[in-house]
């Protein structure tokens, strides 16, 4: 898996089809795990984007917002916990690296995702505060590891 987190978005995806025979079962599995990890990690991303604006905009409430984020909460624990499993089998250095950044990002949408609780619930703007400054300093962190560019809505921010 050496760096096919840091291909394009879309080669990662295109990496699910490959056939057994174009790849050993192990490579197979951690090909599995990257582009898995690498499309939840992209989409989680945008579902707390689009549910913020839609908390802001009345389209939700806190207790929807509480509700939606709190799942996306659980699962991010689910995927950090299989992610440190797989990280104690023991893998290559490039690997075990990738594997570290989607742990480390799934820990700032977490903290996203709990910002946006708190503010829901408050309007407090050092909730917004912390919910926009983990989302500026998360996405660097996603673009890298998908290989693509920086998002030129976070790069404005």
Do not use: C
């Not at 659980?74 to 023991?90: T, Y």
């Amino acid at each position: 898996m050496s760096h096919r987190l840091a291909v394009p978005f879309a080669a990662l995806l295109a990496a699910l089809f490959l056939s057994p025979a174009e790849a050993n079962a192990g490579e197979a599995q951690l090909r599995a795990i990257g582009s898995h990890g690498a499309s939840y990690i992209y989409t989680t991303y945008g579902y707390i984007g689009v549910l913020a604006d839609a908390y802001v905009k009345d389209v939700y409430d806190a207790e929807k917002v509480e509700q939606l984020m709190s799942e996306v909460i659980g699962i991010i624990d689910a995927n950090k916990q299989n992610l440190e499993a797989v990280k104690a089998e023991g893998l290559s250095g490039d690997d075990a690296e990738s594997v570290e950044e989607m742990i480390q990002i799934y820990a700032l949408l977490q903290s996203q995702s709990e910002a946006l609780i708190k503010f829901s619930k408050s309007r407090d703007p050092e909730a917004a505060k912390t919910f926009e400054s983990t989302r500026k300093a998360v996405w660097p962190k996603i673009a890298k590891l998908l290989g693509i560019g920086a998002s030129p809505a976070a790069a404005s921010n």
